[in-house]
């Protein structure tokens, strides 16, 4: 969703930006701007080109003189007002002399604007981030100080937002502040940096302030200094990111997706190669750990499918009863939580806003919190009591791939720990699961490698436009994700179902043309999906199963039967879900879709 991008003290900022901005297009975005302040004036240049629009930004910007050391930079994912050049950030005040961006949502936006524009102010979008700019304006009048307007401003609003100003009276520096939204500041001796995110500042810095809610960030040369709405200087705590900057870049692959699936046996030997030699980044007290007696995990999309398949092993294992909630649902019960009870935030991202209030929501009442996250730094890494990071390198591409299956390692990882510290999982047990995990890589490369099944499935199948994915146990949340995974990519209407369901009611739609793909695993299970199989196939669905290597009951049954590698059981899940992955892709690309930014999507979803 949008993105911010601030630069303070250097050469030839625009350039800066324009760069940042372009890394921040993996959000999803629909239009682009930037605001410098040059010679005393303000200058701004705005384009709403969808997905093209930093592309355009820079060329709008192609006569402009470099000499601008400060500027904002911003692209914006559409809530309050459509895709417009009039809506694109920045946003000025009515003197031209001040420019706002802002990520989130101004919930009491109405009532102020009405305020305003009994004042006199003039509007000239339809966003709710415009009443800032104007609130700003009336507070400059106070006292001329950009940093205690802001500060001033903070207590009117109402909702979630991390906003940040550029003043041509002020000409050198940006102010900023956030509530809820995140944003991170980074420094060298000379510059600083204003990001919505650590990747924002990846490559400029190795490490960075993370603000705290309702405070102000004031960045001059080289320079930060946080203050509270009162002006008392805080501290930030810093945080160190060491992405490597190379794992951003296509390099010689045709998109990230691509890469991203390439990627994904090294992204889980990292992982569990860093978790098994230190299971937490920030360690819980080991009485915390013995004293656990509940966990609920939540998380949204693929990371609730990644949490669904963790949490059986969070139970066989650990033998803890474990939980697992839609986080942006997770408010709207009663959960009964107490210090005894884990809560985990799953998110690769550590940003999604529906996980981050669940779990602010879960520690509010008193519960011990976990993220597992893919970003060091993340808001969702601040917010928890300990982090279990996942090492998989920056995910670029919206449909999630690689981060998913380091998410489950991770939970795996510590259902094992888990287990053993509660003495319900022996040594032997807990060595052999391990050593499961490390030789996971290995056959993730096999069914990485393996495209051509599912591009076969693809070229025959890629004009049905309805698809039915369905699982039973570890099954599910594959299936799940296959239809997640082929509906966001693809546009297909695409339907995860428990199998045993289907006779409660989705079996109505199954008829000649809609496509069925179910998910054998081996197992207790396989048996009541050969039943469910013959259900669909008696209706005349087409179907592609997905089936263990040595399972022969399959062969016949469906028109494509695609096999997975051979694993234990916990592994499985993680292979079966890879060619759902490249069958996703290989009909989106039949269908002559481009699949890192799918419409309407975006990549970190900062809005509720
Ligand atoms: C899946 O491909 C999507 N990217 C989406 O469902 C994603 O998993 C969801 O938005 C949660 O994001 P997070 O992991 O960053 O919290």
């Known amino acids: ?16 930006i324009l760069d940042g901005l372009k890394r921040l297009e993996y959000r999803g975005y629909d239009s682009a701007g930037v605001a410098l302040l040059d010679g005393g004036a303000l200058l701004r240049v705005r384009t709403a080109d969808g997905t093209r629009s930093v592309d355009a930004l820079r060329d709008a910007c192609a006569g402009l003189n470099r000499s601008a050391t400060v500027g904002i930079g911003h692209t914006r994912w559409a809530t309050h007002g459509g895709v417009s050049v009039a809506n694109a950030h920045p946003h000025v005040d009515c003197g031209d002399g001040l420019a706002v961006i802002h990520n989130g949502i101004i919930e009491n936006h109405d009532l102020l604007r009405a305020d305003l524009v009994a ?8 966003t709710d981030t415009e009443v800032m700019v104007h609130l700003l304006e009336d507070e400059l009048k106070c006292d001329g100080d950009l940093r205690a307007a802001m500060a001033r401003m903070l207590p009117q609003l109402r909702g979630a937002f991390a906003v940040a100003a550029v ?16 944003l991170v500041v980074g420094m060298t001796d000379t510059v600083a940096y204003l990001g919505s995110d650590v990747p924002a500042l990846m490559g400029r810095v190795d490490s960075v302030l993370a603000v705290d809610e309702d405070c102000v960030v004031e960045l001059t040369p080289g320079h930060a200094v946080v203050t509270d709405v009162h002006g008392v200087v805080v501290d930030a705590p810093v945080v160190s990111i060491d992405f490597d900057v190379e794992v951003a870049d296509l390099g010689r692959y045709a998109d990230f997706m691509t890469k991203e699936i390439d990627e994904q046996p090294a992204a889980v030997a990292d992982t569990v190669a860093e978790r098994l030699e230190n299971l937490f980044d920030q360690p819980l007290d080991a009485d915390v750990v013995a004293a656990i007696d509940k966990i609920v995990l939540v998380g949204c999309g693929s990371s609730y499918h990644a949490a669904m398949v963790g949490r059986v092993a969070l139970e066989s294992w650990a033998k803890i009863p474990a939980e697992i909630d839609i986080a942006s649902e997770f408010r709207y019960r009663d959960a009964i939580l107490s210090p005894t009870t884990l809560v985990i935030g799953v998110s690769q991202s550590g940003e999604t806003i529906d996980t981050l209030e669940a779990m602010k929501h879960a520690r509010r009442k008193g519960a011990t919190v976990v993220a597992v996250s893919n970003i060091p730094g993340a808001s969702m890494t601040r917010e928890a009591n300990a982090s279990l990071l996942t090492k998989a390198g920056l995910e670029v591409s919206v449909a999630s791939t690689k981060t998913v299956l380091a998410q489950v390692v991770v939970l795996q990882l510590l259902a094992i720990s888990l287990g053993e510290a509660r003495g319900v999982l022996d040594a032997a047990a807990a060595t052999a699961l391990r050593a499961d995990l ?10 990485v490698d393996d495209v051509a099944p599912m591009k076969d499935v693809a070229n025959a199948l890629a004009t049905a436009s309805s698809w039915f994915f369905l699982g039973r146990g570890s099954g599910l949340p594959v299936a799940l994700e296959g239809a997640l995974k082929l509906k966001e990519i693809s546009y297909a209407r695409a339907e995860g179902c428990p199998a045993g369901e289907l006779k409660h009611g989705p079996i109505a ?4 043309g809609v496509v069925v793909v179910a998910i054998v695993l081996p197992g207790p299970s396989a048996e009541k999906m050969y039943s469910n199989i013959a259900e669909v196939k008696a209706r005349g669905a087409t179907l592609v199963i997905v089936a263990p290597h040595d399972d022969h009951v399959v062969e016949g049954l469906g028109d494509f039967v695609v096999r997975t590698v051979p694993s234990g059981d916990a592994a499985a899940p993680l292979l079966a879900m890879v060619p759902l992955q490249h ?13 890192d930014r799918p419409r ?3 990549k970190t979803v900062t809005v509720e």
């Open 1 to 16: 969703m949008c993105g911010i991008l601030g630069v303070v003290g250097e050469p030839g900022a625009l350039d800066t």
């Open 119 to 126: 004042k006199g102010h003039v509007f000239t979008s339809s």
């Open 167 to 182: 003043s041509a009276a002020h000409p050198d520096r940006i102010v900023a502040a956030r509530r809820v939204s995140p």
């Open 438 to 447: 490390q030789t996971l890589p290995a056959a993730l490369r096999i069914a």
């Open 509 to 512: 739609l199954i008829e000649p």
């Open 583 to 595: 069958l996703a892709y290989a009909v989106a690309r039949a269908r002559g879709l481009e699949v």
């Open 600 to 602: 309407n999507l975006a």
